[in-house]
């Protein structure tokens, strides 16, 4: 603890550690989840939803919309310049509102773990946001569509209500119509009333004449009566002519004995006069008889002729009634006809109705084909359409490697790096207490030509350990094709940058250093920050924007991008080499002009 | 007379220590000189700045009667005080490696390794790597680093620390023989006072960053010239026993010391039972006594109160 650079860096180390996390830990927790290209070939309402709701949690590089936009995007992602990238499809609004599920393709750099999961999941909130808003559009729209068709219903209904009255008057006037009409058949009528009129007539000629014949009947009767009683008369005087010569045969036979057999025949013959004379008187009788019974059927008929007679009289005032009441129903037909014009205009009205009704059912049929339109263009969109009318499918661009995999070429450096610093720092300072280097710089080297020969000479002696590496990290970790010299030939190229930039930065060290255990953790003092930079623990992503462009910049984050674009995007990198160089040659000057002498 | 070093007001200050100050020293060429003191008294450093591995704050610095540059620092070759080869590398290796600092390289460079390695009896273990070797032929290997670019001045920085006296002696002869043969002028530092005495032919002490005494070493010791007389006691509190001494019979000059008394006389031994009476009066019982004549030991013990062996073990100069 006498060593008061051991001490500063115990001291320094940790509080540089907190610090470094601190600040890259200093933003708050909406972290965002780095550059994500955007090559948006639709430019309509529903893709710049979906890009504003990225760009909401995610920094967004436009593409453009030129027809190699996607192409270009595709080939930063495979080149790990970008983590990710998303293509939205020309004519993706258009496919939405079809009510077909648009499949945009997320384009991922699963190679950097940390962040592609958070890109992921932002860019599957952002879809699933879009999502909501374009179901709650399209719910919006659908409740329109139907309050639209509610209100045509409802207007359909009013409609419906007013041809309902419609009809319901128009059944009133076919019924009044109806009514008239059953009394229609005017001419009939009129006919009839006329044949009624004349047969009125004719009957009243009829029962005039009829009259007359009864007068005459009645006439012929008196007549009639007469001759009956001449008849009676002369009945009865025949009567008392029979009666004179019964009495005479009675006187005849009265001296008669009738019982002598000469008288019998007398007597016989009396007795067959007096029967024959009485059987005249009784045929007389009859016949007077009948002459009162013809008299009285007479008188009999000729009351009835007199009733006869009135009931013409009364038949004959029953026509001039029945004129008078046919000129009445000429009335009533003359009202029928009216009714009929009635009628008539009431059809006419109940035609017009049944137009409107006629064009009201056109509309009715509009509306409800509107409404089938409407609700078949509702219904014909599938539920999953609605429910997410955009699907994301991840393209994973490394598949399925494992894990480890991505790590390695982050994970060759940072060994690399702390077996450079540790090695060259704890050698050298080794150097300064076993003397060689007081002999070293005894001999008058110069001290640039020192610090490069050393640096070199470190440099040749891991590059055996890193190639050891390589073949681990290929044979058993399968990070690159064994046979695949190309890549073997950038990995190694990284591989000796990295670890001339790290030697350098242990000479570096060591010639500050005056005990290992200082070098070693004067190692660790830096090498912690540049791992905590590096990217590997804590992507730049997540780092304020400073920290990370500071991150970027720090040697081992070169190596980590440079040996990153070699064995995973296999699209070296000339800047990272650069700048590797560039560190390892600063550091091998600093570390000359540090030498004291 | 030409000087292979020349040093004037030489001044190197750390942070809140002073290394060196107002140095002035010089070194003729061809000879062994040695350079005597504890921990801290700015050897390494004096070292160091000769060597060109740091630069003085003040003061100027001539080699072979030159501003010392880079030109001229490649005639000097330095055996730090450590080992200072690479253990992995083999003896042949490491002494090829150093030679090509010095621009030595190839056959030349071969045949001279051989040769130094033969003669300062490495020659079997040319090919093993020298972590192999035992501690006095590491120290040779790098005595023959320092040597591969035939320098002429050559810097060891206390070249027997750490090796047994067997050994020690060994790498005396060796040194012996390889200046006899290299001609070269020598600064060594050293603990060791009997190795200063066996090898150097002028002695500088230094103390606090300056010279406290130089000269050969008779020079040295006539600084003390008489019997030291090295006492010890209990209590012993150093300044009650210079009170108790002072002027007693005998006793030219007490000196006290962190270890006791040093006393200085010309027959100390004679008057010994005296100085104990003495001392037992005053309540002190002596534990320790010894009466030599005087080495550089005592001498610098003399100089700067403090026993060059019991300095404890040099660190690396920061």
Request: glycine share 8%; aromatic share 6%; charged share 20%.
């Amino acid at each position: 603890m006498r060593e008061r650079r051991t001490l500063l860096l115990l001291i320094a180390a940790p509080l540089l550690v907190l610090f470094i996390i601190s600040a890259i830990f200093n933003e708050s927790l909406a972290q965002k989840g780095g550059a994500m290209g955007v090559c948006d070939l639709d430019r309509t309402n529903a893709s710049t939803l979906l890009v504003n709701g990225i760009r909401n949690a995610s920094e967004i590089q436009d593409y453009g919309i030129g027809s190699d936009c996607g192409t270009k995007l595709i080939r930063d992602v495979n080149g790990g310049r970008l983590s990710a990238g998303l293509i939205i499809p020309n004519g993706f609004e258009q496919g939405i509102q079809m009510g077909e599920t648009q499949n945009i393709t997320l384009i991922l750099d699963n190679s950097r773990f940390q962040v592609s999961p958070t890109l992921e999941a932002f860019v599957k909130a952002a879809v699933q946001e879009t999502d909501q808003k374009i179901g709650e559009s399209f719910i919006l729209s659908v409740w329109q569509k139907l309050n639209g068709a509610s209100q045509d219903l409802g207007n359909l209904h009013g409609n419906i209500n007013e041809t309902r009255n419609r009809t319901a008057a128009m059944r009133a006037r076919l019924n009044l119509t109806s009514e008239s009409l059953k009394a229609l058949n005017i001419s009939g009528v009129r006919d009839d009333i006329n044949l009624a009129n004349n047969s009125t007539q004719e009957t009243r000629a009829t029962l005039s004449e009829a009259k007359d014949n009864l007068t005459q009947i009645e006439s012929n009767f008196a007549d009639y009566d007469q001759t009956l009683n001449e008849t009676e008369n002369d009945l009865v005087q025949i009567n008392d002519s029979l009666a004179n010569i019964s009495g005479y045969i009675a006187g005849m036979k009265a001296g008669v004995n009738c019982s002598d057999p000469v008288s019998i025949a007398y007597c016989l013959s009396l007795d067959q006069l007096d029967a024959k004379v009485k059987n005249a008187s009784q045929t007389v009788e009859i016949r007077l008889e009948k002459v009162h019974k013809a008299r009285a059927d007479l008188i009999a008929a000729n009351l009835t002729i007199q009733i006869f007679k009135a009931k013409i009289d009364a038949a004959q005032n029953s026509t001039y009634e029945a004129e008078a009441k046919i000129a009445d129903l000429n009335g009533f037909v003359d009202d029928l006809e009216r009714n009929r014009n009635q009628a008539i205009q009431n059809i006419d009205e109940v035609k017009a109705s049944l137009d409107e009704i006629d064009g009201n059912t056109y509309h009715l049929e509009d509306i409800i084909s509107s409404s089938q339109k409407q609700i078949a263009e509702v219904t014909s969109r599938s539920p999953a359409s609605v429910i997410s009318p955009m699907l994301v499918s991840t393209n994973r661009i490394f598949g399925q490697r494992p894990f480890f995999n991505f790590m390695l070429p982050s994970l060759l450096p940072l060994i690399m790096m702390f077996i450079a610093l540790f090695l060259a720092s704890t050698s050298l300072v080794r150097e300064k207490h076993g003397g060689t280097l007081t002999r070293i710089y005894a001999a008058q080297v110069n001290k640039f030509e020192f610090a490069a020969i050393k640096v070199i000479s470190y440099t040749i002696v891991l590059i055996p350990e890193a190639i050891l590496l390589a073949l681990v990290a290929s044979l058993l970790y399968n990070a690159f094709p064994i046979q695949d010299t190309n890549t073997w030939m950038m990995v190694m190229g990284t591989m000796v940058l990295l670890i001339f930039t790290f030697v350098a930065g242990g000479v570096l060290i060591a010639i500050h250093s005056d005990s290992e255990s200082t070098a070693f953790l004067a190692s660790l003092v830096i090498g912690l920050p540049l791992l905590f930079l590096s990217g590997l623990l804590f992507p730049f992503e997540f780092m304020p924007p400073v920290v990370a462009l500071l991150g970027t910049l720090m040697p081992l984050s070169q190596a980590v991008i440079g040996m990153q674009s070699v064995i995973l995007y296999q699209s070296p990198q000339m800047a990272t080499s650069l700048a590797l160089i560039l560190y390892g040659s600063i550091f091998t000057l600093l570390a000359g002009a540090s030498i004291r002498k | 007379m030409e000087y292979a070093i020349e040093a004037q007001g030489l001044t190197r200050i750390y942070q809140n220590k002073v290394a060196l100050y107002n140095f002035s020293l010089k070194v003729e060429r061809g000879k062994i000189f040695g350079l005597l003191g504890p921990n801290g008294a700015g050897k390494s450093t004096l070292i160091r700045i000769i060597a060109g591995l740091e630069k003085p704050d003040d003061g100027t610095l001539k080699i072979f009667g030159s501003a010392a540059d880079v030109k001229n620092r490649k005639r000097i070759g330095i055996a730090p005080q450590e080992n200072a080869i690479y253990p992995l590398l083999t003896c042949m290796e490491n002494l090829l490696y150093f030679g090509s600092l010095y621009g030595v390289g190839g056959k030349k460079a071969r045949t001279r390794a051989v040769y130094l390695l033969e003669n300062l009896g490495l020659g079997p273990k040319k090919d093993t790597p020298s972590e192999f070797l035992s501690g006095g032929m590491k120290r040779r290997l790098s005595l023959a680093c320092a040597l591969m670019h035939k320098p002429d001045i050559i810097i060891l920085d206390e070249p027997t620390t750490g090796l047994d006296p067997a050994t020690r002696i060994s790498m005396w002869a060796t040194l012996k023989q390889v200046l006899s043969e290299s001609k070269a002028t020598l600064i060594l530092t050293t603990h060791y006072m009997e190795e200063a005495e066996a090898l150097c032919e002028k002695i500088a002490f230094m103390n606090s960053g300056v010279i406290v005494a130089e000269g050969t070493l008779d020079e040295l010791k006539k600084l003390v010239g008489k019997e030291i007389a090295k006492l010890k006691s209990v209590p012993g509190e150093p300044k009650h026993l210079v009170e108790i001494i002072k002027g007693t019979k005998g006793v030219d000059n007490v000196t006290a010391t962190e270890h006791g008394v040093i006393m200085e006389g010309k027959d100390l031994g004679a008057e010994m039972a005296g100085i104990s009476r003495a001392l037992k009066d005053n309540g002190e019982t002596v534990v320790e006594l010894s009466i030599s004549k005087p080495s550089l030991e005592d001498v610098f013990l003399k100089l700067t109160g403090t026993k060059l062996r019991e300095a404890g073990k040099i660190e690396p100069d920061k």
